[in-house]
């Protein structure tokens, strides 16, 4: 049984850094496709960004080109997600999700596996 535990959020201002991490276990990520999605106070939840199961296919969101990168760390099992240059519309908690094609990827119903979320509040 896999499961999904996301870290490194907080609270920043705006043009500040996080580094979020979603370590696995029970399973191996190796096998999977992992994305970060967030979701806004009375927003619905949205794709960030995606590692396919080849490490070197990657997508982002418009929002997030740029200014975020996602990538697998297979000796940790983790996949991490870099934010840069952060902005207040960035805020909300960020989920990240497991699953097997990333053909839709922004699809939240693509992914059978999610973590429970960490805050990321951007605020001057």
């Known amino acids: 049984q896999l499961r999904l535990v996301e870290s490194g959020g907080g609270f920043l201002q705006p043009g500040g850094s996080l580094r979020l991490s979603c370590a696995a276990s029970?399973?191996?990520?190796?096998?999977?496709?992992v994305a970060w999605f967030r979701q806004a106070p009375g927003k619905e939840r949205e794709g960030v960004a995606c590692?396919?199961?080849?490490?070197?296919?990657?997508y982002y969101a418009n929002s997030a080109k740029g200014r975020f990168t996602v990538a697998r760390d297979r000796a940790k099992n983790t996949v991490w997600l870099q934010m840069n240059s952060l902005k207040p519309e960035d805020s909300g908690v960020y989920y990240c999700?497991?699953?097997?094609?990333?053909?839709?990827?922004?699809?939240?119903?693509?992914?059978?596996?999610w973590g429970q979320g960490t805050q990321v509040s951007v605020s001057s």
């Open positions: 999700a497991a699953g097997y094609s990333d053909y839709e990827w922004t699809a939240p119903g693509e992914y059978g596996d």
């Open positions: 029970g399973e191996s990520l190796d096998y999977y496709v």
């Open positions: 590692v396919g199961l080849d490490a070197d296919t990657i």
